[in-house]
């Protein structure tokens, strides 16, 4: 079974900070995605990473997919109060699309 | 930007009853899926669709679950006859590929 294990679960930090998430699985996945959701509304999609050792920018954002793309962690620079919420990853079940989601990271960031 | 829009946001329906959520894909995708979320849970895939069929689907899409695209725009879920354990957040997602699928605001949908 494909897991993907997400650190820290809850993580609250000051206005400014910077912070690191991370998606972890045991599996190799085709390509990882990561979505940013707030409460009672849908994943919006930050970025698909497809190349291991990738690494992609998103304004203060920074995604890094590992190079055995088992692994993937999303870099907050200078974080901001609308930068709250909960953060998830995701990837492709293997050989279908069917996506997995991680257990989530909820990020609150106090002005 | 476009978006995925599904309607409606909320739906109460009384148990044993049918419902209909509505999505309307991002033109020119070709990927659609089926999606929920029991609330404090994490979101679970239902269904996938792809070239007017059903291309995957989860032990959760029973026969009381079907999907369509009536008109070649809208894609829907229906549900026969609902249950008390059916209440939760239902997002439709659409792709141009499979790699990336872009969520719609979810339609809230409570059993009584």
């Known amino acids: 079974t494909q897991l993907l294990e997400q650190s820290p679960q809850f993580l609250s930090i000051q206005e400014g900070e910077n912070l690191t998430v991370y998606c972890n699985s045991s599996s190799v996945f085709s390509s990882l995605q990561w979505y940013r959701q707030e409460p009672g509304e849908g994943p919006v999609l930050l970025v698909t990473v497809v190349t291991g050792g990738e690494v992609k920018k998103l304004k203060r954002l920074t995604f890094q997919f590992g190079d055995a793309r088992k692994d993937s962690s999303l870099h907050i620079t200078a974080a901001q109060p609308g930068d709250t919420g909960l953060y998830l990853c995701?990837?492709?079940?293997?050989?279908?699309?069917?996506?997995?989601f991680g257990t989530g990271t909820r990020l609150q960031v106090f002005p | 930007e476009p978006e995925v829009t599904q309607t409606p946001s909320h739906q109460v329906t009384q148990m044993g009853q049918e419902v209909i959520l509505r999505c309307v894909p991002i033109?020119?995708?070709?990927?659609f899926y089926w999606y929920r979320q029991i609330l404090g849970q994490k979101v679970e895939f239902l269904v996938s669709?792809?070239?007017?069929?059903?291309?995957?689907k989860s032990e959760i899409f029973d026969d009381q679950f079907s999907v369509e695209r009536p008109d070649g725009s809208n894609f829907t879920l229906k549900i026969r006859s609902t249950k008390l354990e059916d209440s939760a957040m239902y997002f439709c997602a659409t792709g141009p590929r499979a790699d990336t699928q872009y969520f719609g605001p979810g339609t809230r949908l409570t059993v009584l």
């Open positions: 033109s020119n995708h070709l990927y």
């Open positions: 995701a990837g492709p079940k293997h050989n279908t699309d069917k996506l997995i």
């Open positions: 669709f792809y070239n007017n069929e059903i291309s995957e």
